[in-house]
């Protein structure tokens, strides 16, 4: 027998789970198991990474899921009466599976944001295709329901879900009975009120049960650690004796730890496996779909003549690197972003380019048209060319795409590389296909007036911001910490006065190391720093202990400048 964990929370659920994904597929080879899921709270920010690691242990199968929110009504209303929602666990089987998820979370979070991402049924029942539903925690709908005391409820829930599902519907059980000293037993109390009516109802509606863990964290020793990242999420001290606590159990157990907690159902760890072997292998990453510019239709009632007179450029990008003819939209992009770059040569440059304009603007043409990026080019001097005609202050330009020549003719940038040297090819590398990644800077009234036109232009469904994660760094994971552990701002201070900003040099092995600023190599390097850690105060000690152990948890998310 094996064993698959199904419900896995990592740093991705945000001040709420402290696994790392690197440490969840260390962890899980450790322990021999063929799958591992993940299933953060009502997003897929972790996915990308998720299958970095997974590349790395081919023989962990990965599972990608979600633990997605339900409305109790319609997602779309967001007051009091209608903020009510459960927890359920949704996983993929294959890429259209992968899909229906990323749809339903992209739902709850444009349509459904009240608190919490949620989705209603008729979302689900809309995109339940080659999804596998298990019931969830304790804040599920049919856990809630028993717990209430509403048998019927419980079973009006599980037959509509079954109806949704089928076969791919699984009643979940877990079991967390709190082994720190003096910590309420009431999550272990409430799972045993319904966890055996659960498998009642399993017999019942003829369903399969399945043993997961909540997993929070990797560890059993990392419990402490997750206790305070859910103090800074509650913003309580450590010693409060009414926060909220896990009751750290909730990491990723062995098959033998798990067989334990449920020795007369056997059955519940063999149905991981069965859900694992439903899932199949795929890839989530595809080619870039570039957006298409619309061209001027003066423009595109005269083509042939455009499509002639920039012959050499098209032909360079005509067809892919596979050989395969990239269509007529592509070879009218290619000449309408030729005509632009020109017309604004004659600007920048005059009316007649000498040896070297010429030649550095018929290369650079010709890479991105080899590289198929003109459409990238136009709808970026769109917007940039609509700002400066709205009285909006555009940036001169910042970071390799001044490197380039036809940026500069497009007026997406203002400073001429041919007279200040500048390469192209720290930009575009003609021998590295990479998406193209320029940065532009408008005033902050402007800013938001730029992203309307373009919500306008190519509509909502078509823009996007970019999310960024910040980490705990060493200094804050020191002041968080120190802020719940009642250490004062007057000690936390001093203690990250030792850390350095920039990387540091250290003899290793009798050699000198240039090492990165992290509280890990703080501790081991910088003598001060060392002493606190192993000879401070005990509140120090503590303090530095779980710094260091919560270092690099995902803090918050926000917007790409």
């Keep these: 027998m094996a064993f698959v964990h199904l419900h896995v929370h990592t740093q991705y659920s945000i001040l709420d789970g402290q696994s790392s994904i690197e440490n969840l597929f260390n962890?899980?080879?450790e322990?021999?198991?063929?799958?591992?899921?993940?299933?953060?709270?009502?997003?897929?920010?972790?996915?990308?990474?998720?299958?970095k690691y997974a590349k790395k242990h081919p023989n962990i199968k990965p599972i990608v899921g979600c633990e997605i929110y339900v409305s109790v009504?319609?997602?779309?209303?967001?007051?009091?009466?209608?903020?009510?929602?459960?927890?359920?666990?949704?996983?993929?089987?294959?890429?259209?599976?992968?899909?229906?998820?990323?749809?339903?979370v992209s739902i709850a979070h444009i349509e459904g944001m009240y608190y919490r991402p949620r989705v209603s049924h008729e979302v689900l029942e809309k995109y339940h295709e080659d999804l596998i539903c298990c019931s969830a925690c304790m804040a599920g709908e049919v856990p809630r329901m028993i717990l209430a005391g509403d048998m019927?409820?419980?079973?009006?829930?599980?037959?509509?879900?079954?109806?949704?599902?089928?076969?791919?519907?699984?009643?979940?059980?877990m079991l967390h009975k709190t082994e720190v000293p003096g910590l309420s037993q009431d999550v272990y109390e409430g799972q045993s009120k319904y966890v055996p009516v659960l498998f009642e109802l399993a017999k019942k509606h003829n369903l399969k049960v399945v043993a997961t863990n909540d997993v929070h964290f990797v560890r059993k020793e990392d419990g402490p650690a997750h206790d305070r990242l859910i103090c800074l999420t509650t913003n309580a001290y450590i010693d409060d004796p009414d926060r909220f606590h896990y009751t750290q159990q909730e990491y990723l157990k062995s098959e033998e730890e798990m067989a334990a907690l449920f020795p007369d159902h056997p059955e519940v760890l063999e149905n991981t496996l069965e859900v694992c072997d439903k899932i199949e292998r795929y890839e989530i990453d595809r080619d870039h779909v570039l957006p298409k510019f619309e061209l001027p239709k003066e423009f595109t009632d005269n083509i042939d003549y455009w499509l002639d007179k920039y012959k050499d450029i098209i032909d360079a990008g005509r067809n892919d690197e596979k050989g395969n003819y990239r269509g007529d939209d592509f070879c009218a992009s290619v000449a309408f972003m030729c005509k632009i770059c020109y017309d604004g040569a004659k600007v920048r440059y005059g009316e007649t380019l000498n040896e070297e304009q010429a030649e550095r603007l018929d290369f650079e043409l010709k890479t991105i048209s080899r590289m198929g990026f003109p459409d990238y080019f136009l709808i970026v001097q769109d917007f940039i060319n609509w700002a400066k005609s709205h009285g909006i202050s555009v940036g001169p330009g910042r970071g390799s795409a001044a490197g380039s020549a036809a940026a500069y003719c497009f007026g997406i940038t203002n400073l001429d590389?041919?007279?200040?040297?500048l390469l192209f090819e720290r930009f575009l590398n003609p021998e590295r296909i990479s998406m193209p990644d320029i940065d532009v800077d408008f005033d902050d009234e402007g800013r938001y007036r730029v992203i309307q036109y373009?919500?306008?232009?190519?509509?909502?469904?078509?823009?996007?911001?970019?999310?960024?994660?910040?980490t705990m760094a060493a200094k804050s994971a020191?002041?968080?910490?120190?802020?719940?552990?009642?250490?004062?701002?007057?000690?936390s201070n001093r203690l990250t006065k030792m850390i350095p900003d920039r990387p540091f040099t250290v003899k290793v092995d009798g050699e000198d190391k240039e090492v990165k600023p992290t509280l890990k190599n703080c501790v081991k390097y910088i003598p001060e720093l060392k002493q606190e850690y192993v000879g401070g105060t005990e509140l120090v000690q503590e303090v530095l202990k779980y710094a260091v152990q919560l270092e690099g948890c995902i803090r918050q998310i926000g917007i790409h400048a």
Excluded: C
């Design 27 to 29: 962890r899980a080879e």
């Design 31 to 51: 322990l021999g198991m063929p799958g591992l899921a993940i299933t953060d709270h009502g997003n897929m920010y972790g996915i990308k990474e998720f299958y």
């Design 73 to 104: 009504g319609d997602h779309k209303l967001k007051d009091k009466a209608n903020r009510a929602y459960y927890h359920l666990i949704l996983l993929a089987k294959n890429y259209n599976g992968y899909k229906n998820l990323m749809k339903i």
């Design 152 to 173: 019927e409820g419980a079973d009006r829930a599980i037959e509509w879900h079954k109806k949704v599902f089928g076969d791919d519907y699984y009643l979940e059980v």
């Design 417 to 421: 590389p041919i007279r200040y040297d």
């Design 454 to 470: 373009v919500q306008e232009k190519y509509g909502m469904d078509h823009i996007s911001h970019v999310i960024t994660f910040g």
């Design 478 to 491: 020191i002041k968080d910490v120190a802020r719940i552990s009642h250490l004062s701002i007057d000690e």
